[in-house]
């Protein structure tokens, strides 16, 4: 029996792609209304779509130029460091014939919007036909939320809604068919259930376990997605922990967490359950940790849409280095050197390909433009105010989030091995690196005094003509500071730190003055 099935004007869907995470189910007979297709240009009323079978077809691209939020999200955008290789250019969607990530992330994430108007509309039952090729369409399941605010939680109430998604080749029919009005029968067999997940934590402990000098890195993967690629960080965790396990106790500088999470997949993902996260219920145990590392999405191939109109969903014939991978983004989220640069290391060393370092709108990348934001919620430092980096690989959106596809993402032939490998080892030296850093180094404090330095706009310098040149001399006694804290030189370190208050003071007008002096006391202080 089919979970989900359609019947069009009387003619059956040859191929149903998926259904709306959440949206309900229909009797076993399905349910039967006309169809009401929703026209973006002239959207219908509420009481024009109560009773019936709302078809949506996902918008395209909008036209440049971009705000923010879609660059973040659709584009490659400016970074702290990448691997050397071929890349699309910035700011602009690349084509789904060279990379599926972006295209598919930009259909699927129209979903939840769809889903608000549907509920508040009182449809009785909703079709959403996807500008996707048939593979990449089929079992793409999201965490869609059908409630009447899109929120998840505990005490949500959910709408019935029943919701199934096409790919662009299925659905072309039934789009023409809702335009005309025909009746449609839509069949959802699926079920609530309530299920208990545990969280996991682990240690490899450091040679002050269970002392008051014990110092913790946490490290942190989720356990509860539906695909190999999509839900195989445990097992770079449980590499990096086999690693380290080989180094005696005694010769462990700092102790090892590991945290494996179930919340990923639950409607609205970690953010909508906080109550059931480890260390909010045990804050006192962050006390001890000085630093985090995230990681998911490992050892993906990159998919690709092409051949006739874009119909066949393959993977990329590129090198791993110019993008036949999905790209390793890294959240460090501030723009800490160290933290920059030893990721460059890692990946160097290891040859680890495709990686992004991003540090999110903190401040401009290394060409000056916008920088987006890695998707990390496995870097739990980000949450917790604690220096960290996460691993987010990006995903093609469609076979890497799936529930059944034996012979894609969910199987064996959509991993890379050696990619695989190749991230855990440079995970493994960043872990290590982390054990070994002094606390002080990579203080979150460094990182908002270099943004708060380059973010000066020519508007708060003295002297406008000189604001670039001057800007960049206050960046250079930053790191020429940073550098010597680095190898424990903090007395010269503080002197640099009060040469530049001494040129803040100078050069810059006095209502930013103190913004600036402020980070960089906060810092001197730490250095005492």
């Known amino acids: 029996m089919a979970l989900e099935k359609l019947v069009s004007n009387g003619a059956p869907v040859p191929v149903v792609a998926s259904y709306g995470m959440t949206s309900g189910f229909t009797p076993p007979e399905g349910i039967t209304a006309p169809m009401l297709y929703y026209d973006p240009a002239h959207p219908p009323a509420n009481a024009q779509i109560a009773g019936k079978i709302l078809v949506f077809q996902t918008a395209q691209y909008p036209d440049p130029p971009y705000n923010n939020q879609f660059l973040d999200n659709f584009t490659l955008t400016d970074y702290e460091w990448r691997s ?48 996707l090729s048939p593979g990449a369409a089929f079992g793409l399941a999201q965490r869609s939320v059908y409630t009447p605010d899109g929120k998840a939680g505990l005490g949500a109430v959910y709408v019935n809604c029943p919701t199934l998604t096409l790919d662009r080749v299925n659905g072309a029919k039934v789009l023409v068919d809702a335009k005309a009005g025909k009746t449609a029968t839509l069949t959802l067999t699926a079920r609530f259930q309530r299920d208990v997940g545990k969280a996991i934590i682990s240690c490899l402990p450091g040679k002050n376990y269970g002392t008051p000098l014990d110092e913790q890195v946490l490290l942190a993967t989720h356990t509860d997605a539906m695909s190999l690629i999509e839900e195989n960080g445990g097992l770079g965790m449980l590499g990096i922990m086999s690693y380290f396990n080989h180094i005696p106790k005694a ?9 494996f999470d179930c919340r990923h997949f639950m409607p609205g993902a970690e953010a909508a359950w906080p109550q059931f996260d480890y260390y909010s219920l045990h804050p006192e145990r962050l006390k001890s940790i000085v630093a985090t590392l995230g990681m998911e999405h490992m050892g993906g191939r990159q998919t690709v849409e092409v051949g006739d109109g874009g119909n066949d969903y393959v993977y ?20 800490n050197i160290w933290l920059v640069e030893k990721i460059a290391k890692a990946a160097t060393d290891n040859h680890w390909p495709r990686v992004d370092v991003k540090a999110g709108s903190v401040a401009p990348g290394v060409n000056g433009g916008f920088q987006g934001s890695v998707k990390s919620p496995m870097n739990k430092g980000r949450a917790f105010r604690i220096p960290g980096i996460g691993l987010a690989a990006d995903w093609p959106g469609g076979w890497t989030q799936t529930y059944a596809q034996l012979d894609t993402e969910a199987g064996m032939s959509g991993f890379d091995k050696n990619y695989f490998v190749q991230q855990v080892a440079g995970l493994s030296q960043l872990a290590g690196e982390l054990t070994l850093v002094k606390s002080v180094v990579i203080d979150l404090g460094w990182g908002e005094l270099k943004s708060a330095i380059i973010n000066l706009p020519d508007s708060g310098f003295v002297d406008r003509r000189n604001a670039e040149t001057q800007r960049r001399t206050l960046v250079n006694q930053y790191t020429a500071a940073f550098r010597k804290v680095e190898v424990a030189a903090y007395d010269v370190a ?35």
Do not use: C
């Open 316 to 335: 990329s014939k590129q090198s791993p280095e110019n993008g036949g991978v999905i790209t390793s983004l890294m959240d460090i989220y501030n723009n």
């Open 84 to 131: 050397p290789g071929k890349w699309a250019p910035l700011f602009t969607p690349p084509p789904a014939s060279e990379t599926s990530s972006f295209h598919s992330r930009w259909v699927w994430s129209q979903l939840n919007r769809f889903a608000a108007i549907g509920i508040s509309g009182n449809a009785v039952g909703m079709v959403v036909v996807y500008d």
């Open 494 to 528: 503080k002197n640099d730190l009060k040469n530049l208050t001494a040129n803040v003071s100078a050069w810059v007008v006095p209502d930013k003055q103190s913004a600036l002096n402020a980070l960089v006391d906060g810092q001197i202080s730490k250095l005492s």
């Open 251 to 259: 010769a462990r500088p700092r102790t090892l967490i590991f945290y």
